[in-house]
Nanobody, 120 residues
Framework: QLQACGGGLVQAGGSLRLSCAASGPTFSNYAMGWFRQAPEKEREFVAAISWSGGSTYYADSVKGRFTISRDNAKNTVYLRMNSLKPEDTAVYYC???????????????WGQGTQVTVSS
């Protein structure tokens, strides 16, 4: 199971850190991804990280502003979001699969989502 938290309301230019805690002993085997979905839009890729943390991937829209990281000892993946913009407003989901991917359809395991709202 995946449990995402850390969302909230923040002004444009502000920062948030999302966390996604995983249960189970095999967390370190899985690549992790963050996705987001705004109202009336499709779910889109935000960032992904390999099982070791050695490789990271970002959507162009967040590159340079967001940082994905993981702590396998704590079974947790993080998404640090800086310089937030109103267009970052969405429900953010974490997901897990064997092997990183930018395609949400390839992820088998999903958290429940956490709302991020950025006011202008």
């Amino acid at each position: 199971q995946l449990q995402a938290c850390g969302g909230g309301l923040v002004q444009a230019g502000g920062s948030l850190r999302l966390s996604c805690a995983a249960s189970g002993p095999t967390f370190s085997n899985y690549a992790m991804g963050w996705f987001r979905q705004a109202p009336e839009k499709e779910r889109e890729f935000v960032a992904a990280i390999s099982w070791s943390g050695g490789s990271t991937y970002y959507a162009d829209s967040v590159k340079g502003r967001f940082t994905i990281s993981r702590d396998n000892a704590k079974n947790t993946v993080y998404l640090r979001m800086n310089s937030l913009k109103p267009e970052d407003t969405a429900v953010y989901y974490c997901a897990a699969r064997l092997g990183a991917s930018t395609n949400p359809d390839r992820y088998a395991y999903w958290g429940q989502g956490t709302q991020v709202t950025v006011s202008s």
